[in-house]
DNA sequence: TTTGAAAAGGAAACTGG
DNA sequence: CCAGTTTCCTTTTCAAA
């Protein structure tokens, strides 16, 4: 795959920040042809430098008003007990992010709830119940100063 | 603003895993013609359900490599300090998400950088140089079993 | 609300420069 | 990388149920 371009960038730029922006809209902000941004945008979905394009909805209009980071410490490392941990964990519909950690835990859950009520059973009845689970540590977001999908680019 | 009812809920759930769906295409797959599709995407729009339509980049392929959740803890907690500790920290582009949260700490960044030493960098040049910082413990990213922005709906 | 159908506009796929 | 053209598809609008 090629070396992404001063081009390619601006483009991913605007298109983090909005993927609703037509190819005549990304032509006029950056001054050049709509066929060349035709073209830039088709091979970065083809080269898989875009993985997707979603909505991001507003958490507080559809009541997921809790998130909560969850660090979870297993009983022991072998590839079957994480393996088996990360299967399991990532089927719980709450579970928007699990990822394993260097450090002195093994996972990093980012788990959203309605509420605190929510949350408590989640962990109880969830979480709680999967083999070798040995410590859970959970932290609540109190509030959002920035939230970005967009990585830095250049 | 008006409650989510089912229709909704369904079609929100397809644009958060694929917003490029066209409306006739969200229309065959809940079978509703493609005006009702149209409607309830436009007022999702103007309620601000739908915050935003965002591409997902693969940030392996734009070479940020290491994402790591640094845990900060201010020396105190006076309005003044936690407002400008905000308003400085999400300044950095490599910090992608800054969350208070409750705990025994105050704050976790996301930072995404190209590799341990752009982070030490960072680390060392930004964020230890901010006033108030009490403690710093960075942790980083191994593996991601699962990363979603699409909230549980339903 | 929901629908089908027509009008307007953008995407996709080409040409050739 | 750009301009133009043609075809196709989608969005947008609207009258009606």
Known sequence: MNQLDPLDIEILRLLQKDASLTNKEIAFEIRKSIATIHDRVRKLHENGVIKRVVAILDRKKINRKLIAFAHVLLNDHTVNTLNQFEQEVIKFPEVMECLQMSGSFDFILRVA??????????????????????????????????????????
């Not at 932290?139 to 830095?152: G, R």
Request: proline share 5%; hydrophobic share 35%; net charge negative.
């Open 113 to 154: 709830t309605y509420d605190m009520d929510t949350y408590h059973d989640f962990y109880r009845n969830k979480l709680a119940m999967l083999p070798n689970i040995n410590t859970v540590q959970s932290f609540f977001v109190l509030s959002e100063a920035k939230s970005d999908t967009a990585y830095p680019l250049g």
